[in-house]
Structures are given as C-alpha cells and as structure tokens.
C-alpha cells in the first residue's frame, strides 16, 4: 500500500509540477501572438520551439529525465520508505537518495532553470512569449515522454536507465 501512495504522489507530483508550468507559460506564449507577430519572429517562434522539442524534450527528458524518473518512481514502488513517500516527487525527480550525477543534475538543472526563468522575467513580450512556447513544448514532450516510460516501466518490470538510488 505505501509503494502504490508513493507512486501515485511521486509521479502525480511530477505531473502536476510539469502540467502546471505548460499551463503558465503557454498563456504567455499566447499573449506574445495577440499583437501579432512579424515574419522575423514567427521564423524565430518556428526555430526556438523546434529546439527547444529536440534539445528540452527530446533530449533532455526523454532520454535522460523520463526513464531515470519512472525507474525511481518504479524503485518507490518496489521499497517504499517513510521518508521517500512523503518526498516522493522530490525523490522520483532525483533531489535526494540519488547517486552524484543525477543528484547534481537535479540541483544544477533547478538553479539554472530558476536563473533562467528570471532573466525571461525581464524580456519584452513578444520575446519572452516566443521563448516560453518552446519551453511549452519541451516541458509537454517531456511530460508525454515520463508518462511513456512510467507504462512501460510498470507493464515490463524493466527499465532502461537505473534509477540511481544512493545506498545510505
């Protein structure tokens, strides 16, 4: 009972975590078209979003983030802990019981998303707009690709990428 609570919180924390960023951020994006774009940044729009689908999404979720994340998420379920149920989000996205690389990963990644979203605070619209649509479909690449590898994870008892759990 507490590895499936801890499932059910670890990666529906994610998802919420994630869905409510796409939510903010693609009204953003969609105020940065209401005074309509020129044809320089809707090419712009066109290139940031694709980069930001192959490089957020598909590289950096799906084949890093997701498999790790469903792999601890799938160890939850399997060893469930006090500590790693009521953490659970924090736990299946890597912030502790990780081993060095993810554990710095999601430290490092963190501080610099937060750096970034603090500089995007400071550009004008339809710039800032034009950046958070690709962050939009990389973070909704990303959330397709972690609940991907969660079924798969769940239906085989196999995953791809270990999930990194630091032994106290």
Do not use: H
Not at 57 to 66: E, L, M, N, P, R
Not at 136 to 145: D, F, I, T
């Amino acid at each position: 009972m507490a590895g499936l609570l801890g499932v059910l919180w670890g990666a529906g924390g994610l998802a919420i975590v994630l869905l409510d960023a796409i939510a903010r951020l693609s009204g953003i994006a969609m105020r940065a078209m209401d005074d309509g774009l020129s044809a320089f940044q809707w090419v712009s729009l066109v290139i940031v979003v694709v980069l930001m689908a192959y490089l957020e999404g598909y590289q950096g979720f799906q084949k890093s983030f997701s498999p790790r994340s469903a792999a601890r998420t799938y160890y939850l379920y399997r060893n469930p802990d006090l500590l790693t149920v009521v953490f659970a989000p924090l736990f299946v996205m890597g912030f502790f019981r990780a081993t060095r690389g993810p554990l710095l990963f999601a430290w490092v990644g963190t501080c610099l998303i937060v750096l970034l979203i603090v500089i995007l605070q400071l550009s004008a619209q339809p710039w800032r707009g034009i950046v958070d649509a690709g962050v939009v479909a990389g973070l909704s690449w990303g959330l397709g690709s972690f609940l991907v590898e969660l079924w798969q994870v769940f239906t085989t008892g196999i995953y791809p990428l270990s999930p990194a759990v630091a032994q106290d």
